[in-house]
């Protein structure tokens, strides 16, 4: 259930069931190391056989553009798009809805795909692996950390991907971060340093805390834009805190 709903990778041909963020959040960590190892593969193997590390991260980057059906690059697009470009919750919901991307949604996701790559390529110019490993931390913690939208606000419509997998228990979130805090440790604690994790986990909490603030702010709610907006956001505050230490 959380392969499906956050990725575009096969997972057989039976019914898929209505999506339930209670059971998602749980298992949604180990879901996060199945979408994307693959591109933290990709990125060890294409430095390794010699190509540029920046080239390597870009390869790799869109690979985990393709394997998550770049769920996370449209809805920060589309939350960026709504949150900015409208000046009452109606009109911003509208906007979010849309297809269509305007001058907010394109300079997040440029921005977005630029900070990625520029990570990884400076990281994998000395360490491949390590590069590796903090991106695939910093992507577990931005998908399970995003999900306490879920718990702290209602959806913000009654229809959507949001409002169909209903609110989150709190208990729920909380297996599913305890364990993706783990991953956090064990993947990127042997390529920077304690003082490192500690500082994204802080990071990472004042993203999310933010981000929550603002869209109560302006929306009284929660959609599945704005909590894949914030994965991504996540995601990139994780890795600007490992980064000097990796």
Not at 158 to 183: C, D, K, N
Request: aromatic share 6%; with cysteine.
């Amino acid at each position: 259930m959380a392969l499906r709903f956050f990725s575009r990778l096969p997972t057989g041909s039976t019914p898929h069931q209505k999506p339930d963020l209670g059971r998602i959040a749980m298992a949604l960590p180990l879901a996060s190391v199945a979408i994307g190892i693959g591109p933290a593969l990709l990125l060890i193997g294409s430095t390794l056989i010699g190509l540029p590390s920046y080239f390597a991260a870009t390869l790799a980057v869109a690979a985990a553009v393709i394997a998550s059906g770049a769920m996370a690059d449209d809805a920060l697009a589309d939350a960026a798009d709504g949150l900015f470009g409208g000046q009452t919750k109606e009109r911003r919901l509208e906007i979010m809805k849309d297809s269509r991307h305007g001058t907010y949604g394109v300079a997040a996701l440029a921005l977005f795909i630029l900070l990625r790559v520029t990570a990884l390529g400076a990281v994998a110019a000395v360490n491949p692996l390590t590069a590796a490993a903090i991106w695939l931390a910093a992507s577990i913690a931005g998908r399970s950390g995003a999900l306490w939208l879920a718990v702290a606000l209602p959806p913000a419509r009654l229809e959507g991907a949001s409002a169909t997998a209903g609110r989150l228990p709190a208990r729920s979130f909380a297996v599913g971060a305890v364990f993706a805090a783990i991953l956090l440790f064990v993947l990127a604690g042997p390529a920077t340093s304690l003082v490192g994790l500690g500082a994204a986990v802080l990071l990472a909490v004042a993203v999310i805390a933010g981000w929550t603030a603002l869209c109560r702010r302006l929306v009284g709610g929660q959609t599945g834009d704005m909590i894949g907006a914030l994965g991504a956001l996540v995601e990139i505050a994780v890795l600007t805190a490992l980064l000097p230490f990796a």
